[in-house]
């Protein structure tokens, strides 16, 4: 199924537990057959897998990527929107597999790292240790976070929690950055923070929210007093 908000969701036959991001689709069969348990993802979740060596979960993403899993806690962020695929392991292992130059490259993923793999051919890789998790893992919570993030990302995530379309129409907008936390928040609310800091001004039609950028109104005698 495909999630608007989060959402918990039991695999059958494994026991194991997804929590889904908002528009975010996980696609499974009724009962897993064969040497593994494969499923396709899109989206965002927190995977927690019940441990099956003989029976390794396999979560398929676009591009030929895949993530192995026997057992572990994890992260995965993979929408068809976005330039990358990332994964953030809590415990246990996983591998990701990846093509590169029509050859399968296994990358394994040690507890603590988060893996970032280019959705582009190169598929290029990097592996980092975040200072702090809580901006990655904050949505399974209701938070919704963001510490100098680019507003072009920051309008992904808010159209995919809010339901949001948004029309830019002064593109320099997109090339600022936005830090700031929001728990349960209404997107005019939202909205009417980032035009605070003066990043934007707004309006909302219907679904629809028109941004452009912040400029100062002078009266004729501020003007003056400049």
Not at 113 to 126: S, T
Not at 132 to 147: A, H, N, Q, R, S
Not at 161 to 187: C, Y
Not at 201 to 211: C, G, S, W
Request: proline content about 4%; glycine content about 4%; aromatic content about 8%.
């Amino acid at each position: 199924p495909r999630v608007r908000r989060q959402r918990q969701m039991c695999i059958r036959d494994s026991g194991s537990i997804v929590w889904l991001n908002s528009d975010s689709e996980l696609k499974c069969p009724a009962q897993f057959s064969g040497d593994s348990r494969e499923i396709n993802f899109s989206g965002e979740g927190y995977f927690d897998v019940v441990k099956n060596p003989e029976k390794p979960m396999i979560v398929k993403l676009e591009n030929g990527i895949q993530v192995i899993v026997k057992g572990t806690k994890f992260n995965l962020t993979s929408y068809k929107n976005d330039d990358n695929v990332s994964a953030l392991l809590l415990s246990g292992n996983i591998t990701v597999l990846r093509t590169k130059h029509s050859k399968q490259e296994e990358i394994k993923v040690k507890p603590n790292e988060r893996i970032w793999i280019e959705k582009k051919e190169r598929q290029k890789v990097n592996l980092t240790v975040p200072a702090e998790t809580l901006p990655i893992l904050g949505w399974k919570d209701g938070w919704l976070i963001f510490d100098e993030t680019p507003i072009a990302e920051v309008l992904k995530k808010l159209e995919r929690w809010h339901g949001m379309t948004f029309e830019v129409k002064d593109p320099e907008i997109l090339d600022q950055k936005f830090t700031a936390r929001f728990h349960e928040e209404s997107i005019s609310q939202i909205l009417e923070i980032m035009h605070n800091v003066a990043l934007l001004r707004f309006e909302i039609k219907d679904k629809t929210a028109v941004l452009y950028k912040y400029c100062l109104l002078y009266t004729s005698d501020a003007a003056d007093e400049l």
